[in-house]
């Protein structure tokens, strides 16, 4: 099949064309995280508005050169998100399924973000069963992939997620919004014979479930910030926040794959960008292949919309799909 796939549930509006949910024909992202800079952070009116007016011209874009004749199907994030910029995708997508008379395939973000792992042209077909992790702005969660929608959730943040940690150290560091790439980009510039040693809290790592918790790291760099750093200390917390994310995040994936019988483990979400998540996860997990796609692709966009209808293909009346702000992952293991 041919799909459109179309993803604004935060503050990316996204529209891509992906064939047989391998092939990505067409992948365009408009971003408003410039102006979110300007505040640090999102505020969710400004987010919405900013998903109406880039919402056409970022799908016309997608479709250019493709007839939309050629296009069996649409597929739209219908959450979890910000309610404000999901409905503007939504309204879209039922738009042109009416006038296209098109099937529409709802679809959860967080499932989606794992079928990055199925557009990276530079790799093979995941294996199922797998692992999964999504680790964005707003998630943390563990997931047992049986087969294509047969999913059970093994466990995610009690509080806030990985992204959200790292956005908030890189405020109270001073370092801007996004924080991911300003901690990744400031922890670059470390100079490691030299540099501070700082104790981070790495929470939870040994409790006995799949469940994550980082509020507690983000008031332990408050309390490191309070000293008022030098721009070389700055860089050495920097590293440190990174460790000690990424450190409870490849622990308790191989300990989920104790206990799943698993072909492959799967990364996803924007906080797989991180360079040095990607090398430990690389480095530390054994025994069966680690997809990590590509950063464009662990990042907000519709080419994993696209994809994960592929593979998901369960089309819904238009008039009836409806935006979720707190949809969850639909578990069908129990
Ligand atoms: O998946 P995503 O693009 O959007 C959501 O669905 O939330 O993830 C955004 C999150 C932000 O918190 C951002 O700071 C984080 O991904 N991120 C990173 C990096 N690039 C983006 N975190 C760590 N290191 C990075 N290089
Ligand atoms: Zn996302």
Known sequence: M????????????????????REILTNVVASSVSLHRKTGGIIPEVAAREQLKYILPVIKK???KIPRQKIDALAVTTGPGLIGSLLVGVEAAKALCYTWQKPAVPINHLQAHLYANWLNPQSSTPQLPALGLVVSG????LIYLKNHGQIKWLGGTRD?????CFDKCARLLGLGYPGGPAISQAAQK??????????????????????????????????QVQKNLSLKEKAALAWEIQEAISDVLVTKTKKAMEKYQIKAVLLAGGVIANPRLREK??????????FIPPINLCTDNATFIASCAEF???????SKIQADSSLEIEEVIK
């Not at 041919?2 to 949910?21: M, P, R, Y």
Request: hydrophobic share 40%; charged share 20%; with cysteine.
């Open 2 to 21: 041919i799909i459109l796939g179309i993803e604004t549930s935060c503050d990316e509006t996204a529209a891509a064309v992906v064939k047989n949910g």
């Open 62 to 64: 997608a479709l250019n």
């Open 138 to 141: 707003g998630h943390t969660d």
């Open 160 to 164: 806030d997620a990985a992204g959200e």
């Open 190 to 223: 470390v100079n490691h014979k030299t540099r501070k040693t700082f104790q981070l809290p790495r929470p939870m790592i040994y409790e006995d479930n799949f469940d994550f918790s980082f509020s507690g790291l983000k008031t332990a760099v408050l309390h």
């Open 281 to 290: 996860m690389g480095q530390q997990i054994k025994g069966v292949p680690v």
């Open 312 to 318: 998901n293909f369960h089309p819904f009346p238009w």
